[in-house]
């Protein structure tokens, strides 16, 4: 009897360690279980708040690029509205016409000279040399213009030829581009401007055409005098054309150079050039003086604001 209450006790005991042992490896499965699906829940939260976090920090970078897209488009448009304003201002239009122009016809405005013969208003003596300083519109020098003539072909105080090379300088008065020629010829004591002289020497394949500015010998207040007109082609392209008109002798008066008083005739006249299919328009004054040619001249936008001027400084 005690035998097999022992017997029964073993195997009680032995059925409560094996359920211990099956209970035991179901709690670890349920908590594996429970925790690969709380493991789950935490990585699909996580997942889910970056994403949200990541789609936020994506739609604030895109509105403030989209932000920042706007204020440049609206900058740029005010901007161009500024420059349009500005080219206005300036006398500037834009067209798509083509660059090729036909040259006009050049009317012969200006009076024969009667009486005695006087200077030409250019120089006759080889050697002299002209130095012009360039203002800006507030008067500053920004840089410099040389005149150096460097050949006359005389006949008489009335007739000769000149050339004179051209070299602009910096404010410091060292030479920053290369030497252009410019001819010059006086008959009749009237100045002529050769265009065509200066082909080929700013760029390769170059080309000047057309009738300069003439300056005759008797200047009138209130004379008339010839239009002009310039083409510079490129390669067989035409890229620039100047016409000036309405050249008028407006008043004589006197300018201090080194100081020297001189005489000098103001001539005012209408300047249109169309560079690129841009057309500036605008008014310039220049004063002529004998025996040197230009002394002063000052460029206006087709408002009359002052734009530049060229003012001779020095004559050596």
Not at 78 to 105: F, I, K, M, W
Not at 149 to 159: A, F, G, I, L, M
């Amino acid at each position: 009897m005690k035998k097999l209450t022992l017997l029964i006790s073993l195997i009680l005991m032995s059925s409560v360690c094996v359920q211990a042992q099956v209970l035991n490896r179901i709690s670890r499965k349920i908590q594996n279980k429970v925790e690969e699906k709380i493991a789950d829940r935490i990585a699909d939260t996580i997942a889910n708040r970056v994403s949200d976090a990541i789609a936020d920090d994506v739609n604030k970078a895109a509105d403030k690029a989209a932000e920042g897209i706007e204020q440049g488009i609206n900058a740029a448009e005010q901007g161009l509205e500024e420059a349009n304003a500005a080219l206005e201002e300036a006398g500037v239009e834009y067209s798509d016409d083509s660059l090729t122009a036909t040259t006009p016809v050049i009317e012969k405005k200006r009076k024969p000279c009667t009486g005695k013969t006087q200077t030409p208003f250019f120089v006759n003596k080889s050697g002299k040399v002209l130095l012009y300083a360039n203002k800006n519109n507030k008067g500053k020098i920004e840089s410099y213009t040389e005149y150096t003539v460097t050949n006359v072909e005389y006949t008489d105080d009335q007739n000769y030829s000149a050339t004179y090379n051209v070299n602009t300088l910096n404010d410091d008065k060292e030479a920053v581009t290369e030497t252009m020629p410019v001819a010059v010829k006086v008959v009749d004591g009237e100045v002529f401007f050769d265009p065509s002289s200066m082909s080929g020497a700013l760029t390769e394949g170059m080309s000047i055409s057309g009738v300069g500015p003439i300056i005759p010998q008797c200047m009138e207040v209130g004379e008339d005098l010839d239009d002009y007109y310039i083409e510079v082609e490129v390669n067989g392209a035409t890229m620039t054309t100047s016409l000036g008109s309405n050249m008028k002798v407006a008043l004589k008066e006197n300018l201090t150079v080194n100081g020297e008083s001189i005489e000098c005739y103001k001539v005012n006249s209408d300047i249109k050039s169309k560079v690129m299919g841009f057309t500036v328009s605008g008014k310039t004054s220049t004063w002529y003086a004998r025996g040197i040619g230009y002394v002063k001249i000052e460029n206006y936008s087709k408002k009359g604001d002052l734009l530049t001027s060229i003012e001779i400084v020095e004559i050596k």
